[in-house]
């Protein structure tokens, strides 16, 4: 991610072009909820 909470390779690169929507959503969901750990832990 580039601060901004956008990936910096679009998403259908990164993922696959045949991954679906609710799939990214859901992998989206996750990274936040991932970054929101981490940068707790880090504190």
């Known amino acids: 991610m580039n601060g901004d909470g956008q ?3 679009p998403e259908a690169a990164l993922l ?3 991954t679906p929507k609710t799939d ?3 992998i989206r969901e996750r990274l936040k909820v991932a970054e929101q750990m981490a940068k ?3 504190r």
């Open 16 to 18: 696959g072009a045949a």
């Open 7 to 9: 990936t910096s390779v």
């Open 40 to 42: 707790e832990l880090s």
């Open 24 to 26: 990214i959503d859901l």
